[in-house]
Each structure stands twice: as C-alpha cells, then as structure tokens.
C-alpha cells in the first residue's frame, strides 16, 4: 500500500485545528484568513476585498427577502435568510461574513488553494475521526462525512468533506462545514452564535449551511 506523505496529511489535519478557533463577532477572530492559510501552507488566496462588478460591498443593508449569492470563483451558491445583511468581504471573494442583525449569529467562509497532490480524502478520513474522537471528549456534539455531487452532473463529485457541531465550550457554537472541492481547494463554511443563543439559532443557521451547493 502506498503511504501518504505525512507532511502533506499533516498539513490537512491542521487545517481543521484552525477551523475550529472560535471567532470574535463579525471577523474571523481566532480564524486565520485565508491568505494567512496560503502562507502556511503554500496556498495562493486572492484579496478579502469585495470583488470589482461583483455588487457587493461591506456593511450592506439588512435584507428583506431570502438572497441566493454566488461564488463564480469556485462555482458555489448559497441562500442568506431574510433579517440578514454582509458585514465584510464578498460572496465572490475568498472570504465573507454576513450576520443577522444585532443578534449573534453569523455565517461565514474562506478558502485557500491547495497542492494538487495534496491527499484531500486522506484528510477528510482523518478529520472526521478526529472530529468524532472530541465528540468522546465533550468538544463536539456531531459529526459527519458530507460530499457534494455537482448539481449540474450528479454523477460527478464536486466536493468531500466533514461537517461538524461543536459544542460551543470555547466560545459561539458552530456548524463547521469543511471541504476541498474538484480543484483542491480547502473551503471552510462556518455558521455560528453565542452558546445560549444557538439552540434558538440552530435551525436557521443549518439551513445556511445546507443551502450551499457546489455546480
């Protein structure tokens, strides 16, 4: 059997040690940003700016209807709830926060691009085992293996990941969806609240998650 390269399976385990910082209200916090993830780890990132003719722009107003927004990019969608509005960055950026008013709850996702050899299933088995090993601990609530098949070719994979519950001991409570899509990206989707908000929070807030669907 072929081994893996343990740098290379390294570096994927500690990209989910990352993800799993908590982060301060409206930033990314103790998340690092993905040009910091690309400096690690070799990655290219492009700027957090709100991308020319994208329509977007930071402290936008709070919507009044659901909106679709989409990542041209890496060629995924989601839908934000009504109530909500973007406080930093682009959907067609590597990086985006949007929260719901002056609640707690936030949405947000950065990528970074990865070697094309990097060993991304690898990862992912680690990952989740690691994810399902702190759910022994008391770090985690749930998790569970989560790909995505290409909504435009359903045969095909666009994306393998983990997704996870934490359980809000450090800090806001998340959904962590983290995946590398066809291109091997690493792309980590996060919706958050403060732990006595997120049961209230928790179904809007997987509803975000669930919406995002790779094309």
Known sequence: ????????????????QFALS??????FGGLPSAGS???????????DAPAAGSGASSGSAVSSAPAVHKNADRKFHFTIPAGW??????P???SVVFRKGMTSR????HYTGMAPDFPAEASVKASLNSANQDIKLGKNIAAKRRDDKCEGNPKNLCARGWELIDSGNAGPQRIIWQVYDKNNTYINFMASAEKDEFPAARAELQAIIDSIKFE
């Open 22 to 27: 908590p982060p301060a209200a409206a930033q």
């Open 37 to 47: 993830l690309g400096g690690l780890l070799g990655g290219s990132s492009s700027s």
């Open 106 to 109: 936030h949405f947000t996702f």
């Open 85 to 90: 509005a973007l406080v930093s960055g682009s």
């Open 1 to 16: 059997m072929k081994r893996l390269p343990l740098l290379a399976l390294g570096a994927g385990i500690a990209l989910a």
């Open 92 to 94: 067609n950026s590597d």
